[in-house]
């Protein structure tokens, strides 16, 4: 007795026409769909993506795309093999884009959150005090050492515009600033 010859299986009709069939609302060609496409839309994302709970998500989420827009598929510019894997693709980079997104935008707070605060206030009322310091210090010095620093520093004046400007020798107003920077390091209690 020879063995009956196995039943051939009804030839599964290709992805552009499930297309055309899920897009008048055939679940039963979306099923089709789904069990023949679903492995290699997750693998292209699972590529792209590494993570894969994220994959799954995404790959579900194509797939609705498939079911809602399978009208706007054109066979003319290409096989639906290649406009779902297209959608795939899509999608996931689109994810990668916003996960980074997403994470440079944490970064940034992050940073700002860290960053200490510029207090205006505190800063010009520190600066005040220390210049009513350095104005009481200065009136420790004696006229001629007051006028010589007041001039250099103040003013802008190299040694031998001040010794011009108070008709007085070079050495002379050397002397009297390096005895006034001292008088004047010692009031402020600054250290060398």
Not at 134 to 156: F, I, K, N, P, W
Request: hydrophobic content about 35%; some cysteine.
């Amino acid at each position: 007795m020879r063995n009956a010859p196995e039943p051939v299986p009804p030839a599964r009709p290709p992805l552009a026409e499930l297309l055309t069939q899920v897009a008048r609302g055939d679940e039963r060609a979306f099923e089709d769909i789904y069990d023949r496409i679903s492995p290699a839309v997750y693998g292209l994302i699972r590529r792209i993506l590494r993570d894969p709970a994220q994959s799954q998500e995404v790959a579900q989420e194509v797939l609705v795309e498939v079911w809602r827009s399978a009208c706007r598929y054109d066979e003319h510019r290409g096989s639906a093999h290649a406009w779902i894997m297209t959608l795939a693709h899509r999608r996931a980079v689109d994810r990668v884009r916003s996960e980074q997104a997403e994470s440079d935008r944490q970064a940034r707070a992050a940073a700002s959150a860290n960053a200490t605060p510029y207090d205006q206030v505190s800063e010009e009322a520190t600066s005040r005090l220390e210049s009513e310091r350095v104005q009481r210090c200065l009136q420790t010095l004696t006229e001629l050492q007051r006028q010589s620093v007041t001039l250099a520093y103040y003013g802008g004046h190299t040694y031998r515009e001040v010794a011009k400007l108070l008709s007085a020798p070079l050495g002379t107003v050397k002397t009297r600033m390096r005895d006034g920077l001292i008088r004047l390091r010692d009031c402020l209690g600054v250290e060398w």
